[in-house]
């Protein structure tokens, strides 16, 4: 038989999507499985979008749109990135509406990497950067943070990795899975150390919106590294809009063209429906956003305030996004790996969380609480269980 891909066979499998099958699979057996695995907001798509789309659908908006997306769009992304972003260079021209923001960082991937190039991942990661990195040809190079320094990374430790192989790092914030957040300072120093180094910074805004400690500041607004950083946001989470699969960035003129290009000859434009749905959403949907955000804000506090009362366990308080970080690193043994607790839990007491391995860092868990308040509740009390079971 002829070889497949060796890009293709080298990039994993998302073992998110492989947990949340698995819970799915308990459920419909007949078990009360909650999940705590999901990585999307459980709110209906704000009213304003759903209406957009059925007029689009009613008004015959179903047909191709330009490749890059619709103009009406592309100006309202750019005038959101220059106003709440302080990307000053974001225009129609250089923004890109693709088919979620996941489709938008590998068409920038996609322009950017040679073969031979590194891409420098941040750990903990979201799962899908390696994988995505691979499909693009070159090579992912993770550089660890720590629980001491909150799994942030610390500015000098790039210059170690600087040479003429670095074609990008990654940076998001909030991050997926530790909810962690750069503050303005923490990116300016980012950002001075990146300006010594040709390289690009693709920078994953997705939850920008779903923060509760801290401002989000993107690194795009730095003067230093302005002309070389490609911003990633979108509407899957800002707006429950995960299954309409709207994305967009914006970036150097000569980058975004070529990741047009990709687009253009890949899936053409997104769809038509869903990008009225997003214009509708970018103009008037900031209140609906700002009730999830708050409902998310009192199920961060529930969550932690029930793992605190759990002893052996420490959940991580998250700046943004909507998962915790617990660290289970006291019940790890030879014997009991962290992917193990986690389909322990699952199997024996059906709570679907995602081991750390998933995101490149072994002794913890990511708990998502893009769900009920009594589901947490239920869950946490399950996990306790499991705890004094491993203690008995
Ligand atoms: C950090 C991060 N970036 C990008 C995405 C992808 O978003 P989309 O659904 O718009 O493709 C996700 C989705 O889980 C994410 O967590």
């Known amino acids: 038989m002829r070889q497949l ?18 819970a799915k699979q308990l459920a419909r057996e007949g078990h009360d499985v909650i999940s705590l695995a999901v990585g999307e907001p459980d709110f209906p798509t704000p009213e304003c979008a759903r209406r957009a789309a059925i007029a689009a659908i009613e008004e015959g908006k179903t047909r191709y749109t330009e490749s890059s997306g619709i103009l009406e769009l592309r100006r309202a992304v750019a005038e959101k990135f220059r106003t709440e972003n302080h990307l000053l260079l974001a225009s129609e021209e250089s923004v890109l509406i693709s088919c979620g923001a996941k489709h938008s960082i590998m068409n920038a ?46 500015p000098e430790r790039l210059r170690d ?3 003429d192989r670095l074609a990008c790092v990654i940076i998001n914030s909030p991050c997926n899975p530790t909810g962690v957040m750069y503050t303005r300072q923490e990116l300016a120093a980012l950002a001075d150390v990146l300006a010594e180094h040709e390289c690009y910074i693709i920078s994953d805004e997705i939850y920008e919106k779903l923060t509760y400690t801290t401002r989000h500041v993107s690194i795009g607004s730095f003067e230093q590294v302005a002309h070389r ?39 053409s434009n997104p769809t038509s429906i869903a990008q009225y749905a997003a214009l509708a959403a970018l103009q008037h949907a900031a209140t609906d956003v700002e009730h999830m955000r708050l409902c998310f804000e009192q199920r961060r506090k529930l969550l932690l305030d029930l793992f605190a009362a759990v002893p052996a366990v420490r959940a991580l308080p998250p700046d943004g996004a909507f998962y915790v970080w617990l660290d289970i690193r006291l019940l790890l043994t030879e014997q009991r790996t962290t992917a193990d607790i986690a389909t322990e839990l699952l199997e024996r007491y059906y709570v679907a969380t995602v081991p750390g391995e998933a995101f490149g ?21 399950r996990v ?6 491993l203690n008995s």
């Open 5 to 22: 891909s060796q890009r293709v066979l080298a990039a994993s499998e998302s073992q998110t999507l492989s947990i949340a099958a698995r």
């Open 361 to 381: 860092m072994a002794g913890y868990l990511r708990l998502s609480f893009a769900t009920s308040d009594e589901h947490i509740k239920r869950a946490v009390e």
């Open 109 to 154: 991937l996609h322009a950017i990497c040679n073969p031979g190039d590194r891409v420098i991942i941040i750990a903990p990661y979201w799962v899908s950067y390696p994988a995505m990195v691979t499909l693009a040809g070159a090579e992912p190079v993770v550089i660890p943070t720590s629980p001491a320094d909150n799994f942030k990374l610390h």
């Open 229 to 267: 950083t490609i911003t990633v946001n979108g509407c899957s989470k800002a707006y429950a809009m995960t299954g309409w699969r709207i994305g967009f960035m914006t970036g150097p003129a000569h980058v975004i063209a070529q990741a047009a290009k990709v687009q253009s000859q890949d899936t």
């Open 161 to 163: 990795y600087f040479d």
């Open 384 to 389: 306790a269980t499991f705890l004094e079971s």
